[in-house]
């Protein structure tokens, strides 16, 4: 009472609102807090409005608000190498001592290495040392010097190319006779006959001469094939097991080998089965075999040994002649052989398709079962 008193602040009366023309866009100044929490009390105030800098255009009441910084995600401080150059001398004014020792004695860090407050993954590695090996870190390699590249003074051995050698061997072989087909069969047959040296393919030669098959004949590509890059002892071996398996004189296997130069590709135990075939149970003398060798090129159980019961079946009933050569026989294709054996007795022997099918599968049937 006895104070003098002071005046009582009126609220200030809000801004009118702006509006430019036809456009839709005004801007208002926010309501003080006292008269906004009177209007509404369960409300929170709004936000102050984002200043507006000074030249831009006032914002719309309508326009989306700005992210308040509390929205924003936060993001941890980034560290950033600290490194200062270190002062560069000046030649023309000398430090004296007393500078010199007031001046601090931290070292001078190099431009680009983070200092100790950067994270651990940004600092430089130590010198190798245990403590550095076992952290993981590990110091550069530098490059030994005293290792040096082989030296190429020395010659080395020069070869012919691959192209030479495949045209000398092709002229060696046409050569002997042999044309671009027959060169053809054997390099896919032996693909090794096209890179071999000089004196191979010479031995290779004067072997198949060995065996009574000379350059031009019509089994030289085959004899080449059989005597191929093998020893001489080793063809002397097959010899000796040709002759044994199919009772062979040195004559008839001379004979043998000259007309079917592959008969010596042919094993020891398959050469032993098909003799004993053809000489105990088909009656033939081994001077006959050794003038058809060709014979012995054909499946036992798919070709020889059934034609041999359709043959026999049909002399025996008396539906073929007695002078009917069995190797003819076996050298028709089977179309061939059911046409002139098969088919034409099918009235007589109604059954005789049907027994030579199971034959080439290995069975016997019950009619070609003689006694």
């Not at 590509?221 to 062979?248: C, G, M, N, P, Y």
């Not at 398709?353 to 016997?364: I, L």
Request: charged share 20%; with cysteine.
């Amino acid at each position: 009472t006895g104070g003098a008193r002071s005046p009582i602040p009126s609220p200030p009366s809000p801004s009118p609102c702006s509006a430019s023309g036809a456009a839709a866009s005004r801007t208002c100044s926010p309501l003080p807090s006292p008269l906004a929490a009177t209007l509404s009390p369960d409300s929170s105030p709004p936000p102050p409005p984002f200043p507006h800098p000074p030249d831009s255009p006032s914002r719309s009441i309508w326009s989306t608000p700005a992210a308040s910084p509390e929205h924003k995600r936060s993001r941890p401080p980034q560290s950033f190498p600290t490194s200062n150059p270190p002062p560069r001398p000046t030649p023309s004014s000398p430090s004296s001592p007393a500078s010199a020792s007031l001046a601090p004695t931290s070292p001078p860090s190099s431009r680009g290495i983070p200092s100790s407050s950067a994270p651990a993954w940004r600092r430089p590695c130590p010198p190798s040392s245990s403590s550095s090996r076992a952290s993981g870190c590990r110091a550069p390699r530098s490059r030994d010097s005293s290792r040096s590249l082989p030296s190429t003074s020395a010659a080395s051995p020069s070869y012919p190319s691959l192209e030479k050698v495949v045209k000398r061997n092709v002229g060696l072989l046409r050569e002997c006779t042999l044309g671009a087909c027959d060169i053809g069969k054997l390099a896919i047959s032996l693909p090794r006959m096209l890179t071999a040296n000089v004196e191979q393919i010479r031995a290779m030669v004067a072997s198949a001469e060995a065996l009574g098959v000379p350059p031009g004949c019509a089994m030289f590509r085959q004899a080449l094939r059989s005597v191929a890059l093998v020893s001489e002892e080793k063809i002397a071996t097959k010899l000796d097991h040709l002759k044994k398996a199919t009772r062979w004189s040195d004559a008839d296997a001379g004979i043998a080998v000259s007309r079917w130069p592959s008969v010596l590709s042919l094993s020891k135990e398959t050469l032993q089965r098909k003799s004993d075939f053809f000489i105990a149970e088909v009656g033939l003398e081994p001077a006959y075999i050794a003038r058809r060798p060709a014979m012995l090129s054909f499946s036992l159980e798919g070709r020889l040994r059934p034609r041999y019961y359709v043959m026999r079946f049909l002399k025996e009933n008396g539906l073929l002649d007695h002078d009917r050569d069995y190797y003819g026989m076996v050298l028709c294709s089977e179309k061939v052989f059911a046409e002139k054996f098969i088919c034409p007795h099918k009235e007589a022997a109604p059954h005789l398709p049907e027994d030579y099918v199971a034959a080439r599968r290995g069975e016997m049937p019950t009619n070609f079962r003689f006694i």
